[in-house]
């Protein structure tokens, strides 16, 4: 069974976000727009068929997930909801293409997520 360890701890993963805020603050960039995570199907990745040791789950992509929209907070910068916008379609499940990685509909779903936040945010002439 998998321990479910992820490749970078999720403390790892705040300190890498707060060093790219570091950064692009730094460069004075300042429409910053972060796109959340989408779902998995952990019966299919948990555990990782070319990695039993590891797996993807959906409880630790909402927790990765949380960690982003709250830095994405911290520094006054857009964050855009995929994970509930996929689990709020009829079968988020018909939107991955191998489990993982979204299929088609899935990418169609994000652009219009994509699409609509940037229309709101009055930066597409």
Request: aromatic share 8%.
């Amino acid at each position: 069974m998998s321990n479910n360890e992820n490749r970078v701890p999720i403390e790892n993963f705040k300190k890498n976000l707060d060093e790219v805020f570091k950064i692009l603050n730094k460069h004075k960039i300042k429409d910053i727009i972060f796109i959340g995570l989408t779902p998995v199907a952990d019966e299919l990745l948990n555990p990782m068929p070319w990695k039993p040791t590891h797996g993807y789950s959906n409880e630790n992509v909402q927790k990765y997930d949380a960690v982003l929209k709250q830095t994405a907070q911290e520094n006054n910068s857009t964050y855009i909801e995929l994970y509930e916008k996929f689990m709020n379609s009829d079968n988020y499940k018909k939107l991955l293409s191998d489990g993982l990685h979204p299929n088609t509909e899935g990418h169609e779903l994000v652009y219009n997520l994509i699409l609509s936040k940037l229309n709101l945010l009055s930066l597409l002439d």
